[in-house]
């Protein structure tokens, strides 16, 4: 009676996890987002991640094939057409683009995922509606379904025909009423005989939002199936949520029409299909896995999100930060480049920074599954903070570029990856509900060290087993509790704690900094424990607590990346940069998530208990103040010129990016402009200076100027010639897409009316 009464009093406590739930916090691996939560992270398991390397194979793949994809694409002609090129088509399929990870011996690249990764950055760097033309396929959708879980006879025939793109798949999940709440789907597929007596299933479904679908040769749609005769044989009537495989010719199929999200020309739609019959073994691992379907999808959009929409979000922040690094010294206002005046100089640093942070939270991340992790949390933490960054850093080079930036047309570099920034946001979870509920509301029971483990103790159906291992698990975890709650009054007095893993004077502050916080973190996940099944209404406290453990991962991955890369002294601003804005922003969201703590949401037995807790907490966590600040002025000018300035840090930036030289594109002549205005600025000093000297007239026309700059012996004729060149360049740079138009209603002359007869 005494332990049904502890295992009862600890289910009202501990926050219930309902069947999809629990499936859900099963299909990922626990890693660096584990040591984290513990609040003594081991840094040695993170630099156990290795640096990642391209095969040649891999390379050659980057330099040959990705390269000559990104050649035929032409952003305003694919626009204004609504489709790529069917020479790209072809090339896609005949290249082996759509199965970049599928194994060679069925035809498929048996590609890394950070190879995977790569070419989506790369595809996308040149056009977003291609980049999805490659990364849907290869990512959440039939291919990794049936390569991971499929039949012998599923994988001998698929695979070979998606790897070389005989068949075009699409993934068909959401619905009008099923978008976040996949569990709610209302497809629904019947276990049926047909006349000769072979079981086959009846589907009835309706999705919108499925990418490729209105070219998709073969569906993978997930429904809720239901077996009410038992010719399954497992006893019940509702299986659950199962995935299948659908050709398109099947009878009953509806596809064709076409959605238009932002304008951005991939092919996206809906379906739908009404007493469609399938066979029994086109469930995608046979009759056997009918029901499994929910966890199948878990593990791989685990896996699925650290892809995708991270690659092409670093893309698009890795664009925008180096054309507008460049355009910052190309353009000129009151004689001078843009990029020097402060206001531009302020946001050069956040892009700068923001971009060497996203791009090693991609690189570690991507590693961590090469490395066999199947990583839920970190893959949450990087779909929400990767393109919410995208967004940052895309607006920041639209406000530099300005009218240049919003004039549509083949010039316009932006608006490609601007229109798409919506749908980054929306797809794969959507953003407000990834940070809300998940980093934090299904981190805090997968990451924890012991709280799953409580769970599972507390609901198993033996009370006896189940109180022992509750007890077993309930001592470590309480002095877990205290040795959290004295480091981070210990921490909180110095602003840092606990070792760091290197001895560079650069950096090694920071690891102590994330230890102070991780502990923290810790004990602020315990003490959100007894809200219980309140957690998941309590969302902006769970928001707030997503955010600290979010950052502190930024913060990891970007020291992670700077060791692998060797520690380079001139990426050390941008480091800096980074690391220092994750740690206020962590160290601002724990004091917010203290301050606004539940209570309300306590039952009040545990509301009295951990009144005088909560009470004290700020002033045990912050005992000194604030040790976390934004970056400074003189950080944010220096982060500005790793992208303003010619160098390897510059170069470092652009790495991974389609950058043609041909000056007749938009991105070619950027950068000449930017090689020929930054060797013309020591000349215009000199131009400056002879006006000084009263041996120049200020305000004489530019022909003229440097004309007389080299009769007065302030120019040789080489450097007047460098300085026309940079100016012609400039001029193109600047220049905004027009178009002839026929004549404006508004001109034309208004049509004479007859007068008005007078009344009488």
């Known amino acids: 009676m005494i332990r049904k009464a502890i295992l009862g009093f600890a ?9 999809s739930e629990k499936e859900a916090l099963e299909s990922g691996t626990v890693g ?15 630099f156990a991640i290795n640096k990642p390397e391209f095969t040649k194979e891999e390379q050659a793949f980057l330099d040959g094939p990705v ?8 952003n305003w002609e694919i626009q204004k057409n609504n489709d790529l090129p069917k020479e790209a088509w072809d090339f896609i399929k005949s290249q082996g683009f759509m199965g970049l990870e599928i194994p060679k011996e069925y035809g498929g690249k048996g590609f890394s995922s950070q190879t995977h990764s790569a070419v989506v950055m790369k595809v996308a760097s040149r056009n977003t509606a291609a980049a999805v033309t490659v990364m849907v396929p290869n990512s959440l959708g039939p291919g990794e379904l049936i390569k991971k879980y499929g039949t012998k006879e599923q994988k001998d025939f698929y695979l070979p025909r998606l790897a070389n793109g005989t068949e075009v798949p699409c993934f068909a999940l959401t619905e009008p009423d099923a978008g976040s709440d996949a569990m709610s789907i209302g497809a629904r597929g019947v276990v049926v005989k047909n006349d000769k007596g072979e079981l086959e299933i009846e589907l009835n479904w309706e999705k919108r939002y499925i990418t490729l679908a209105p070219v998709a040769t073969l569906l993978g749609l997930a429904f809720k199936l239901e077996d009410p005769d038992n010719l399954l044989g497992k006893g019940k009537r509702d299986l659950g949520i199962t995935v299948a495989l659908v050709p398109r010719e099947s009878a009953g199929i509806e596809i064709g029409d076409r959605h238009q999200p932002m304008d951005m020309p991939f092919m996206n739609g809906p379906t739908k299909g009404k007493n469609v019959r399938i066979p029994v073994d086109n469930i995608i691992g046979g009759k056997d896995s009918a029901g499994r379907g929910w966890r199948m999808l878990m593990e791989c959009l685990a896996v699925g999100r650290s892809l995708s929409l991270p690659a092409l979000s670093t893309a698009g922040a890795k664009m925008a930060s180096y054309a507008t690094g460049s355009y910052s010294r190309v353009r000129k206002q009151f004689s001078t480049a843009v990029g020097k005046f402060q206001g531009v100089e302020e946001v050069l640093g956040r892009m700068a920074g923001l971009t060497y942070m996203m791009n090693a939270a991609r690189t570690a991340t991507v590693q961590m599954v090469d490395q066999g992790e199947r990583p839920a949390i970190p893959s949450a933490i990087l779909k929400y903070h990767l393109t919410e960054n995208m967004r940052k850093t895309v607006n920041d080079a639209m406000d530099i570029h300005g009218g240049k930036a919003v004039s549509n047309g083949p010039n316009n570099i932006f608006a490609d990856s601007y229109r798409g920034i919506p749908i980054s946001i929306t797809v794969e979870g959507a953003n407000i509900l990834t940070r809300n509920l998940i980093i934090f509301g299904q981190g805090l029971v997968r990451s924890h060290p012991y709280l799953l483990k409580e769970l599972n103790a507390i609901n198993d159906e033996n009370p006896k087993r189940g109180f022992n291992t509750l007890v077993k698990t309930l001592i470590p975890h309480v002095w877990n509790s205290f040795k959290n709650t004295v480091k981070t009054a210990v921490y909180g007095i110095t602003g840092r704690g606990g070792k760091a893993p290197t001895k560079d004077k650069a950096t090694k502050g920071y690891y102590k900094k994330i230890n102070r916080l991780a502990a923290a973190y810790a004990l602020m996940a315990d003490l959100s424990a007894p809200l219980g099944g309140n957690m998941k209404k309590e969302e902006r406290f769970s928001a707030r607590l997503a955010d600290v453990s979010s950052n502190l991962y930024l913060a990891s991955c970007t020291l992670w990346r700077f060791e692998k890369d060797g520690r380079p002294k001139e990426a050390l601003p941008l480091v800096h940069w980074a690391v220092q804005n994750c740690l206020h922003q962590a160290e601002q969201s724990l004091a917010e998530a203290q301050k606004n703590y539940p209570k309300q949401s306590l039952p009040l037995p545990l509301r009295l208990a951990m009144a005088p807790v909560l009470a004290v907490l700020p002033a045990l966590t912050f005992p000194t103040g604030f040790h976390n600040h934004k970056p400074s002025d003189q950080l944010d000018r220096d982060a500005a010129d790793c992208i303003r300035e010619p160098g390897p840090i510059r170069d470092q930036i652009g790495d991974g990016l389609f950058l043609p030289k041909d ?5 070619g002549l950027l950068a000449e402009a930017f090689t020929k205005c930054v060797e013309a600025e020591p000349l215009e000093r000199k131009i400056g200076a002879g006006i000084r000297q009263k041996k120049l007239v200020a305000g004489t026309p530019r022909a003229e100027m440097l004309a007389k700059a080299v009769e007065a012996g302030l120019l040789q004729q080489s450097e007047a010639d460098l300085m026309k060149q940079a100016d012609a360049l400039r001029k193109a740079v600047v220049a905004v897409d027009a178009f002839p138009q026929a004549k404006p209603a508004a001109v034309e002359p208004a049509e004479k009316s007859k007068p008005a007869t007078p009344k009488v």
Not at 663 to 667: A, C, S, T
Request: net charge negative.
């Open 11 to 19: 289910r009202q406590v501990m926050p219930p996890i309902s069947p």
């Open 32 to 46: 660096w987002d584990g040591e984290l939560m513990s609040g003594s992270p081991d840094w040695k398991k993170l």
């Open 67 to 74: 390269e000559d994809l990104c050649k035929m694409l032409n």
């Open 663 to 667: 000056i007749n594109e938009p991105l």
